[in-house]
């Protein structure tokens, strides 16, 4: 039994509404367990001056918490005028992974910017942002195709995410929340599609080095979570046609 | 009637939640039509260097908009690396109306930081922050009587803010939504006492100047649309002993 | 009588200096007491993003104070790499007066920028910039109509602003200086057209809220204050003969 | 054989200079292949603000390229006033391992700050940076032991880094160039100690999902590649009696 | 005879206006033709970081123009965000200046802050800046002197600055205006003091090298120039005694 | 004999290395003593916004220091978010140079970017820059010569330069290191072409003024080192049929 009464392998309820604010093509809120995260995906007609002329689309990803979303205030970083390190690293992750699924070039030359806002942090922001965004993005491009049907459906594969970790007990332990995540050994994050493969696989050593055999148990049970989160995509979109068709 | 099919001196429905996140000391939603903002206060054991070594304390508001809280989505300040004028303003204007109420040397060498993170935004943000920080700070103050019972308690009064403004159709309306705000020809923000007094008066001229006699009849409407608002916070803090015997 | 000997509804001597400088289009020096700011209208043959292919012209404004325009030094905003909220909420109060008495349109796709440098600062340079740079702007405009004449005169009324409010000592009185404002209870800006209709009202509480009669009062007196500056602007341009036949 | 005629698990010749520069207390030129990298140790008696008055250490890494490390010339961070998120997922990424095998505590409260500047890059050079910023950093505390003993020697252990990945032809491959590096499928980088136990276990997926089995021979390969890079290290830094002695 | 009428070694009109602004200690409007600097110096109790604690002063200075000071509207340094190159170059070339005839030792643990603000530009801007803001500074110091007398009289001489250039004609001339300087073959500005020794030479063979003859003829017509500067500081500082005994 | 045991007119040990990077189109490493210097040229296919449809060329310089570099570490500026003083100073002296000898309209609509890089500064690192570089730029011009033959070479003559300046001990000394540096009594830089002519010259009485025939000896000295450096840029030139032919 963990600290917060979960299983080893049990992870938080996860709840994720659609059509969260009115404005965005695709607006979701997740939570995951008292992680919250609001997802929206905004259509831009046009792409970063490095893609223009070449036909493709883009999908941007930014990544931000209110300041009071975490135990003590963090400063605004339009404030302090500058992203910090972190920051870069989440928004990055999450372009990569949801880029990974989606065919930049059936989109055409459309940008779709990401945008993940934290409300309330509790551990798991990054993979919570990667599973919801990728609801509001199925949101977005569904409303681009009702308008001008895709000739192909440019979303390729579910795409989800889930942190597991070796706890300060030496467990190995699934979705860990911010007590655990501050005090864990070893701390990663795998995204994977729904056939089981992964995307990204990002394994620290914060505590000390880990051995091949806990890599073993700690990727198995990160397949066990993103099945859980895939299934809880599915049936959040479950009216969406073309892609669970698929 | 408006485009809206509000009647002219009728607001749109107010929601006040209290404790809406769990790690800052006071937490509100406030939803005022679909205008949605998240107001927090944060209590920090020390002031800022202009105010170090006096006793008094400090009220720092910031105030920001998700990206897609708009129709257009709005590049972030921070990857802008600025914050903007507007933005400059309304949290100028947000802290000067909280100040107002406020006994600084009463709440000793502390700074509540007031943050205003607006969700979704149809019209009056500032005028909704305000009312809605007002409640937050009021939590955030009575945790800390709580914890250390303050000589004199340091809220003073209420205070809330409305907007009004004269339409298209040159008819004076009350708390305009995003639409008749982008077409009004005069436009106010009155933030008030519960005596009905002024804390702050804006009017501004946007498409033509305007007269003394119209000035009046937009007071006696903010008046109004005021009174109902800090009827609301009265409700909404009920069980609030010190403020509400006053 | 008032610290500095005026009567409550006496304004400082006012002079206004036309063509203080030898490259802007409309260059101005406008002294109120010991308040001495540059005000430059400088013609530029485009416009802003945002107005691009819109046929219509934007007036821009900026304002800034010498290092030493203060008592105390004040840090250079160019060393500090950031334009502070007050100069943000200066320089847009400045845009908006001005932009309310030029048709935008009949400018044709040109920028005015407005320049206030602000060479000392004793209470009022906001309004005085606002007094000042009218005339600048008149004098550019001029110009540009000597060269290619517009259909239409481009501006269509005076404007003007002056401070009022409650002192101290609970007077009501006209045209701050900076001791008097730094100690005021209550402190308005007030901008005015020539036929004595307002573009903007912007009143504050500094030290407690006001009532309905004492902005009456504030109102009267402010009125009184712009007759007087809009008729030193009148003598200032009196050779204008388009302006003035309005 | 691969397009540079490598063999898929073979290394490009990895030379480590000691003693690059003359100033730094650690200062080492490592080149691997056309990669090369300087990087330097410097001590610094104090630590960053967030840790004052505990009594650890802290290492810190920063990351650059000169302009024309690349084949295509990359603008200048300071001239475009911020580092970009590579830069700093990089820094951070070599802090993290670094730091895995110091122990803090016995630093005592100082700073080591770790600078790798790439002068040529041809692919791997956060791999790189890692390798031989480890052997710099052992200078360094070498040098702070010499002249105060310390009690308990800092470094626990050595550690490297390696590049691995699939390349277009879907070969597995060790220590990829710069041109396999950008056609490459899936792309890891692992950072390891002597033992052969992870620090950092970072995999992506650049163009398709990758499999378990698949991760499990790039991890093989992995390890072949960071013994190679650790027996070096170890030669480079024979005389160095404390930490080989380990 | 110059396109401007003037002889080849004939300066233009100097005027060195002391108080010309009512807070600084020392505040000078130098105008020389119609380049116009405002020179205000200001004492601070402190000095930067690197001097804390040494008991030694500094001289801090700083250079800006107001926007329209140049023919084209130059776009403001504090809207851009960041001081442009050769605003710097100034600015440091105006601290050596002046840093060079003070004693730092005698002043105590003070800065003077000394401020150049270019009113309008029409060439020779750094050497008038120099030139008008060593009145200032003597002001300023004197001031000081008045309240606590100083041990040794810090100023040890007078500086001025001048510039001299080859026109495009082949003209060698003095105090080029800002047609002859954009048009100048070579370009110098020369600081002396009193006794006619150098503080900086700076010499640029703008649009073709120069030779050592070219180079004597230029620097003997700078001692010319500045020794009228410094007759002319003389005058306007006539009743400071400490200095003029000098 | 100076501290280092150099002739009061020695250089340092002069070597400049061609080629020394791979992928840059001219590539220099120069060492002067101690202080090493890498100089790239880069071509770029466009020029800066100022000089677009003129058919123009432009030389643009930067120039930084790795953070070791230095005996002390240096902040980087890119963590900082600016460029210092001293490094625009250079940058702006570096590109002035090469510019003086480059027939910029031969060069076509093109920029030729140089970086200069100090690894290890040991005094002398911009002479030591502006010498390099020029080989370098002369390379890159070369190549681009090869590709498509220019109508008329754009280099007109070589450039080196040289620091000369009055030691501590008041001797007058050649190619001053750090030490000699940080103690001169004066400071100069002078920058010439092969015709001995100049092309800068920057003098600095860093702890007293110079006079006249202090100049005259300095110039002398700087004439000796400016011959020497320039014979070796033909030395390690010496196959560029095109420039050396001149």
């Known amino acids: 039994?963990?600290?917060?009464?979960?299983?080893?392998?049990?992870?938080?309820?996860?709840?994720?509404?659609?059509?969260?604010?009115?404005?965005?093509?695709?607006?979701?809120?997740?939570?995951?367990?008292?992680?919250?995260?609001?997802?929206t995906a905004s259509i831009e007609e046009k792409v970063p001056h490095f893609l223009k002329g070449r036909g493709e689309g883009w999908i941007a990803c930014e990544y931000a918490m209110i300041p009071r979303a975490t135990k003590v205030r963090k400063v605004r970083e339009s404030s302090r005028g500058k992203v910090?390190?972190?920051?870069?690293?989440?928004?990055?992750?999450?372009?990569?992974?949801l880029r990974s699924v989606?065919?930049?070039?059936?989109?055409?030359?459309?940008?779709?910017?990401?945008?993940?806002?934290v409300i309330q942090a509790d551990g798991g922001t990054r993979t919570a942002s990667i599973t919801g965004a990728f609801v509001a993005l199925v949101d977005a491009i569904d409303k681009m195709n009702r308008c001008r049907r895709f000739k192909e459906y440019p979303i390729k594969d579910f795409v989800s995410a889930v942190s597991v970790g070796i706890s300060r007990e030496d467990e190995v332990i699934l979705d860990l929340d911010y007590i655990e995540d501050s005090e864990a050994k070893i701390d990663m994050n795998i995204v994977m599609t729904s056939a089981?493969?992964?995307?990204?696989?990002?394994?620290?050593?914060?505590?000390?080095p880990f051995t091949r055999d806990e890599l073993n148990i700690l990727l198995d049970l990160s397949e066990k979570g993103n099945k859980e989160l895939i299934r809880m995509q599915k049936e959040a979109l479950k009216e969406n046609y073309l892609l669970t068709k698929k």
Chains 1, 2, 3, 4, 5, 6 share one sequence.
């Not at 009464?5 to 659609?18: A, N, P, S, W």
């Open 196 to 208: 089981g493969e992964f995307i990204e696989v990002q394994g620290t050593g914060e505590k000390r």
């Open 102 to 117: 989606v065919d930049l070039n059936a989109l055409g030359e459309k940008t779709i910017w990401i945008d993940c806002d």
């Open 1 to 39: 039994m963990r600290i917060n009464g979960r299983k080893e392998d049990e992870m938080r309820k996860v709840r994720i509404t659609r059509n969260y604010t009115k404005y965005a093509e695709g607006s979701v809120l997740i939570e995951i367990g008292d992680t919250k995260v609001i997802c």
């Open 84 to 97: 910090d390190g972190r920051t870069m690293e989440i928004q990055r992750l999450i372009g990569r992974a």
